[in-house]
């Protein structure tokens, strides 16, 4: 596996909502173009993680027309401020108004939206066109995470020459899960599942 960039935190104010704007008008313009795609093959999906957590799918959006030269798989990670009980059901209802806030980067391909798992956390995992764009909307991403989550709580990986297909693929691992270091970024074999071997 290629080892992953670590977060430095999120970028300068000024320079992330100037990304984050935009990114918006560039959002709009897709949408009005139809872009933009609601996928169905992974959702209800349990992924598991090498922390011991797991989180089901409720969302794939994705942009068939990009096929990424640089392949790179980001995780994002946050947990919601004062959010309990069903504001989770309201937050996953209302949260595609998010949508402009990211498709519209520079390099994104797809998100997979993973629900809460056992501590509350969030996460996102993205496949995007070029290590360095992907770590650019990560913490530009930062900045607008922090109006709503716990400071402590938000972090990125960027893993270049990652697909997020093979990362969420059980016949795709490298490592068995004894070796996986126990990170919240890190997707796990199931139990029973194998290791499998990489696709090509």
């Given at each position: 596996m290629?080892?992953?960039?670590t977060?430095?935190?999120p970028n300068?104010?000024?320079?992330a909502w100037?990304?984050v704007?935009?990114?918006?008008?560039?959002s709009?313009g897709?949408?009005?173009?139809r872009?933009?795609?609601?996928?169905h093959?992974?959702?209800?999906r349990?992924?598991?993680?090498?922390?011991?957590?797991?989180?089901?799918?409720?969302?794939?959006?994705?942009?068939?027309a990009?096929?990424?030269?640089?392949p790179?798989?980001?995780?994002v990670?946050?947990?919601?401020?004062?959010?309990?009980?069903?504001?989770?059901t309201?937050f996953?209802m209302?949260?595609?108004?998010?949508?402009?806030?990211?498709v519209?980067f520079?390099g994104f391909?797809?998100?997979?939206?993973?629900?809460?798992?056992?501590?509350?956390?969030?996460?996102?995992?993205?496949?995007?066109?070029?290590?360095?764009?992907?770590?650019?909307?990560?913490?530009?991403?930062?900045?607008?995470?922090?109006?709503?989550?716990?400071?402590?709580s938000?972090d990125?990986?960027?893993?270049?020459?990652?697909?997020c297909?093979?990362?969420?693929?059980?016949g795709?691992?490298?490592?068995?899960?004894a070796v996986?270091?126990?990170?919240w970024?890190r997707?796990?074999?199931?139990?029973?599942?194998g290791?499998?071997?990489k696709r090509?």
């Open positions: 290629s080892p992953s960039r977060s430095p935190g300068p104010a000024r320079l100037a990304a704007g935009r990114c918006i008008l560039a709009l897709m949408i009005a173009r872009e933009i795609r609601l996928a093959g992974n959702l209800g349990q992924i598991q993680f090498a922390d011991g957590s797991s989180a089901p799918v409720y969302r794939e959006t994705v942009v068939p990009r096929t990424p030269t640089e790179c798989l980001v995780a990670t946050f947990r919601l401020r004062h959010v309990r009980g069903r504001g989770h309201l996953r209302e949260s595609i108004l998010n949508t402009p806030l990211f519209g520079p391909v797809s998100k997979l939206w993973l629900a809460h798992d056992g501590n509350g956390r969030y996460r996102g995992l993205y496949e995007w066109d070029g290590a360095d764009a992907a770590e650019n909307y990560a913490r530009s991403l930062w900045r607008v995470l922090a109006l709503v989550s716990e400071p402590d938000i990125y990986r960027v893993l270049p020459r990652r697909r297909d093979e990362a969420v693929d059980p795709a691992m490298v490592e068995p899960p996986l270091e126990p990170e970024w997707v796990a074999t199931p139990p029973g599942s290791t499998g071997t090509p």
